[in-house]
């Protein structure tokens, strides 16, 4: 009910934008947010949107991504620029509604040195 895209492989300096979808059968989405997760390590939060376009963004991604939502598509994008290796990654896109929490599958994000 949440799909992402526009994960892949590109080179450090390169760039890329997710894009996040959510099902219309969700309603009453409020705050939605890119994550990401390597083997072994905790999902972290990249950044967060609420649909007032309020932001909340990682410092290690601050001045490289953007994150934007268009509320009427139920959509939400996510634009990596100047990416390192170290943010090699699954991405995965959460909407959160009053009642539960949906989640993505991930996307695949590789940034080769």
């Known amino acids: 009910q949440v799909v992402e895209s526009g994960g892949g492989l590109v080179q450090a300096g390169g760039s890329l934008r997710l894009s996040c979808t959510a099902s219309g059968t969700i309603f009453s989405i409020g705050v939605m947010g890119w994550y990401r997760q390597t083997p072994g390590k905790q999902r972290e939060l990249v950044a967060s949107i609420t649909r007032r376009s309020s932001i909340n963004i990682a410092d290690s991604v601050k001045g490289r991504f953007t994150i934007s939502r268009d509320n009427a598509k139920n959509t939400m994008y996510l634009q990596m620029n100047s990416l390192k290796p170290e943010d090699t990654a699954v991405y995965y896109c959460?909407?959160?509604?009053?009642?539960?929490?949906?989640w993505g599958q991930g996307t695949q994000v590789t940034v080769s040195s």
């Open positions: 959460n909407a959160k509604t009053p009642w539960t929490d949906y």
